[in-house]
């Protein structure tokens, strides 16, 4: 039953909070993607027309990026906001509805709006009553709050699907964009730590690809003032922005393209500038332009070369002229991600194999990502499938499982052939942060007695589990049975939108045929499974298994026996004889102890290059220091962050 928990019918509000969570995984590799843009906006657009009357605050960084559901909805119930606002993706829907539960449950009064792309008729938010949420929002958000702290009558523009109220815009009340606050322009935004922002300069898109809700959500195509991006950029030289990443679906359509790209190119001071578009008509000036302008990297969406299934989704273009545009932009010297769709009606999979087999053959193979068809609520192609036969997943990534001459079986085969010849692989780092932190205000893990029992009771640290990943040391001397000890500590800890480490730190072979039992047992149907449907099983597994050896013949030794757990080397400054040849045993996995980087660093940059992703350490100054050498990116916890000891 709907809630008349309105503002009209209520006190007038003046607390609302703003919370849009990541996609997950066990290396945090998308909180940098996690860019509250969207909040922002909305946040910039009722600071701007209700001053002095709403105060706005959003999910702080490190509670929204790294912490888990309890902590999320514990922070919600004490700073007590009137309304709670939800950005909604299909990355984190679940997830965010549940916690609206939770936060509802301690605050009765809470007025909750969930709004973004995954809020249409179709999707799986609006497929049951959902009682904790007073607005499903389907439209631009400041439409939506004008209306809303108005008190002007949403009647007519409501829907009661499954008892939930939707609030559909209508079409022929769009917003006007410039009269819109940009966020970060307007100081309601901030850089990611990378020093990269978005930044909106269009709403909706001029095509109509079938697969795509872009233009159903945005209909009509409306540009943001030029000037707003030279402002930002000229905002750029007081803080440490790094990139701008322009969202427009096809940025070279904006009018006087060239022309602009002229003003960039004398208005940027080494801002890099990333945006989608499509490539016919790129011609070697207008390549040279675009890197001249400040452009380092361009999304271009391909999705395939059978021309039978460019016809059917509405792709319409010369496939032979985007490839030579997308040919001068890399000899110009951009970077390119370009996109393949596998599963498109009118393709099959030969077809599409031998179209990724010719841009790879062009000389685009390291440009390459790979897209499984997503049956989008709102889209064509959904209602076209569900016409004609097509099975997909119900509940989001809505992944295109039987249909159209494709079949599971061929989205797996397809990634895996997509590897191998490019040698692109989608798998993630693994290694959990073996740093000592000790502390801090959040618990990120625990290490505890493996040989003792009672320890692996799981009730002993429900209330310790504050971030998203979790990790769990265990110390045995002994191999311990692992099915009922892996039994009794998950029997009462979350699951669903939880992420664990579980570290044996022991000498002995342990039980990976009891690992094994436990996982099938506990496997179910989680987000992060359904999202790597067609991915190796363990990159779906939301518990990753490792133990970490002294002895290097015992190491070895694991190495040829386990399939589920990883082993890795713990190598203090005596090891470092041993570098080269463990480092070229195939996945081989390392853990550098405290302080032992100084004899180590040289021999490592020299056997084990930028492999980061099988490098941990104990210490983060040393972390911090090799990756810099490495040329690569360090990530690392936030000092509130800390590890306790249970021993």
């Known amino acids: 039953m709907i809630r008349p928990n309105t503002p009209s019918s209520n006190k007038k509000i003046r607390t609302i909070l703003f919370m849009q969570l990541p996609l997950i995984d066990h290396g945090y590799n998308y909180i940098q993607g996690n860019v509250p843009y969207a909040p922002a906006a909305m946040a910039a657009h009722v600071r701007r027309h209700r001053q002095g009357m709403v105060v706005v605050d959003h999910l702080p960084f490190v509670i929204a990026n790294l912490c888990s559901d309890r902590v999320i909805a514990r922070y919600i119930a004490r700073t007590a906001p009137e309304v709670l606002c939800i950005s909604c993706y299909l990355w984190n829907v679940e997830r965010s509805l549940e916690i609206a539960d939770t936060a509802r449950t301690m605050l009765p009064e809470l007025i909750v709006v969930a ?63 410039r009269s819109t606050q940009e966020p970060f322009t307007g100081g309601e935004l901030d850089t990611m730590a990378d020093g990269s922002v978005f930044m909106e300069m269009t709403r909706g898109c001029p095509y109509r690809c079938s697969y795509c809700f872009y233009s159903g959500n945005c209909p009509g195509v409306r540009e943001r003032d030029f000037g707003v991006l030279l ?19 096809t940025f070279n359509r904006t009018p006087d393209f060239r022309g602009k790209l002229k003003t960039l190119a004398r208005s ?58 997308m040919r001068m932009l890399l000899h110009a010297g951009i970077d390119l991600k370009i996109g393949v769709i596998p599963g498109l009606p009118g393709d099959d999979p030969v077809r599409f194999i031998e179209g990724v087999r010719t841009l790879v053959e062009e000389g685009f193979g390291a440009s390459l990502e ?53 040698g692109y692989s989608h798998q993630t780092p693994r290694l959990p942060d073996f ?19 009672a320890a692996w009771d799981g009730r002993r640290y429900a209330d310790r589990i504050d971030s998203a990943v979790f990790s769990f040391h265990m110390y045995c001397g002994t191999a311990i049975r692992a099915l009922p000890a892996l039994r009794s500590l998950f029997a009462t800890l979350p699951l669903q939108h939880q992420f664990y480490n579980l570290i044996f730190h022991s000498e002995e072979i342990q039980d990976e045929q009891g690992i094994g039992r436990f996982l099938r047992e ?26 970490v ?9 694991a190495c040829g026996r386990y399939g589920i757990v990883d082993p890795i080397l713990r190598i203090d400054a005596a090891g470092r004889g041993s570098l080269a040849e463990i480092a070229r045993m195939p996945g081989c996995a390392i853990l550098v102890a405290r302080g032992a980087l100084g004899p180590l660093e040289d021999g490592m940059l020299d056997h084990w290059g930028d492999r980061t992703e099988d490098i941990a350490f104990e210490s983060e100054d040393e972390a911090a220091r090799y990756f810099k050498r490495a040329g690569r990116e360090c990530i690392q916890w936030p000092f509130s962050f800390g590890i306790q000891d249970l021993r």
């Open 370 to 422: 790979l897209y499984p068809l997503m049956m989008l609520p709102g889209t064509r192609i959904r209602r076209e499938g569900e016409r004609e036969g097509a099975v997909f997943q119900k509940k989001p990534p809505y992944y295109l499982v039987n249909g159209w001459g494709f079949d599971a079986d061929d989205m797996t085969a397809i990634r895996r052939d997509l590897e191998e010849m490019t």
């Open 435 to 453: 740093s000592e932190g000790e502390g801090g205000v959040f618990c990120r893990g625990v290490r505890f007695d493996g040989d003792v029992a």
């Open 231 to 249: 402002e930002a950029l000229k905002r750029g030289g007081n803080i440490e922005l790094n990139e701008i990443y322009i969202l427009s679906p």
């Open 268 to 325: 940027n001071a080494g801002v890099r500038l990333h945006t989608e578009m499509r490539t016919e008509g790129i011609d070697a000036e207008t390549a040279g332009l675009l890197y001249e302008a400040g452009f380092r990297s361009l999304e271009v969406g391909i999705q395939t070369l059978t021309p039978g299934a460019l016809r059917r989704i509405g792709r319409r273009g010369d496939v032979q002229r985007a490839m030579e545009g």
């Open 549 to 557: 050896f002294n002895d290097e013949s015992r190491f070895r030794d």
């Open 522 to 547: 506990i496997d179910g149907d989680f987000p992060h499974r359904r999202m790597h449907l067609f991915d190796d099983w363990r990159e779906g597994a939301q518990f990753m298994f490792h133990q």
């Open 115 to 177: 709004g973004g792309p995954e809020i249409q008729e179709g999707a799986w938010a609006l497929s049951e009553p959902r009682a904790s949420v007073d607005y499903f929002v389907a439209g631009e958000g400041e439409w939506f709050f004008e209306r809303f702290f108005s008190g002007a009558q949403m009647e007519n523009c409501e829907k009661i699907v499954n008892a939930n109220r939707l609030v559909v815009q209508p079409d022929a009340e769009l917003v006007d964009i």
